[in-house]
């Protein structure tokens, strides 16, 4: 199920908060800067990823924030601006989403991912694959923020 929310995504009651970043180094804009401000852990791990060459366009990091609480890199462009990549970000999801299943965990809250900075369109491009991913997989809620 994708479900569209309005409201502040870093303050979603969701276990996983996910959010599109690129795999050059650079997460100070957008959603991942506001990330980066609130969850400066997420940010280690993404440099720490980057520094050792392990970012690539489809794939994750998993960071623990709290108590049952992680926030998901997902690496949905090689580079910043408008390059986000409608197969990275599937890729990234469903990779995401198969994970976490085996950590019980079946909710994830997003923002528009790919949109805005990244470049795709919500409606035309990005929620029809987040829709489908999420209908196929049965038992995965996709919650999707946005600020009103």
Request: charged fraction near 20%; include cysteine.
């Amino acid at each position: 199920m994708l479900e569209e929310l309005t409201g502040d995504l870093l303050l979603a009651p969701e276990p996983v908060i996910a959010h599109g970043c690129n795999c050059r180094g650079l997460f100070g804009a957008g959603v991942a800067g506001q990330v980066r401000a609130r969850y400066p852990a997420a940010y280690r791990a993404y440099l720490a990823a980057y520094r050792q060459g392990t970012l690539r366009p489809g794939g994750y990091g998993l960071v623990p924030v709290g108590a049952g609480r992680f926030v998901a890199n997902l690496y949905t462009q090689d580079r910043p601006g408008q390059h986000a990549e409608l197969l990275a970000i599937e890729r990234a999801i469903v990779k995401l989403s198969f994970d976490l299943r085996a950590l019980g965990i079946h909710t994830i809250a997003i923002p528009r991912l790919g949109c805005g900075i990244g470049g795709l369109s919500w409606e035309k491009e990005v929620k029809p694959v987040l829709s489908e991913i999420a209908a196929q997989r049965g038992d995965l809620a996709l919650r999707v923020y946005t600020r009103g």
